[in-house]
């Protein structure tokens, strides 16, 4: 990829869970940026740091691939990313961040009895994070049926497209509209910083230090 040698490009979620925490985190940080959102590239007036507002689910991809240096991402996102990649994997995780906390749980229609992890055989299961239910059943010694989605998958039991559902609980509102119970945690998440796993250069470097200096000062005195 074609980036700039001496500006750290981040990739940023550009709307949803993790967004508003992100900016809030930089701006903690002592980093100022103007009007976000519009454009999807953005430079730091104050730092030799560029962002790049992307959907979550790219970020890990991103990071590997060496398009952008950084990411803020969820570690569910992530870990999902990374078990897809297998070997060619090649991110470091530089900070586990204290925002974005979530789990991954299965989940039932209310009305459906469960027992335990045994009664989930030969189930449809509708999940976005397949790699990650399909780990969690042979873990179980469970087999059932992984139907993936990206996304409302909360609405897929009633579609008929699934038994079953797998995904991320925040505040539970989501499953309490759908009329679903959650009744496993597979994963339980948070966003953290990455970095691709090639060294930077010296200047970017530089860079990256001052900002996991600010950061762990921001997040121990919030913490
Ligand atoms: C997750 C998940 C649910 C919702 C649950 O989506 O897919 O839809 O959050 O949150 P709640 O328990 O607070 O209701 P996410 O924020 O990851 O967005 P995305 O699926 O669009 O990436
Ligand atoms: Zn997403
Ligand atoms: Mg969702």
Do not use: W
């Not at 940080?29 to 689910?57: M, Q, W």
């Not at 229609?109 to 045994?118: G, L, Q, T």
């Amino acid at each position: 990829a074609n980036l700039p040698k001496d500006r750290l490009r981040l990739a940023v979620q550009k709307s949803g869970r993790l967004h508003t925490d992100s900016m809030d985190l930089l701006k903690a940080c002592g980093i100022k940026i103007k009007s976000p959102k519009e454009k999807l590239l953005l430079h730091a007036d104050n730092f030799p740091l560029d962002l790049l507002f992307v959907r979550d689910d790219d970020i890990p991809q991103l990071v590997m691939d060496g398009v952008c240096d950084l990411g803020i991402v969820g570690q569910n996102v992530l870990e999902e990313s990374a078990l897809e990649r297998g070997t060619a994997n090649a991110y470091v995780s530089e900070r586990v961040l204290d925002f974005g906390g979530c789990r991954l749980a299965i989940a039932l229609p209310e009305e459906r009895p469960y027992a335990s992890v045994k009664d989930l055989a030969g189930l449809r299961i509708a999940t976005s994070y397949p790699q990650l239910t399909k780990r969690y059943l042979a873990q179980q010694g469970v087999s059932a049926d992984v139907v993936t989605l990206s996304g409302s998958v909360e609405i897929a039991p009633r579609l008929g497209l699934a038994d079953v559902i797998c995904d991320l609980v925040s505040s539970g509102s989501t499953l309490e509209a759908n009329k679903l119970r959650a009744v496993e945690t597979i994963f339980k998440s948070t966003a953290a910083l990455i970095r691709n796993a090639r060294p930077l250069n010296a200047e970017k470097a530089h860079a990256l230090e001052i900002i996991l200096r600010r950061l762990d000062g921001v997040q121990k005195a919030a913490g």
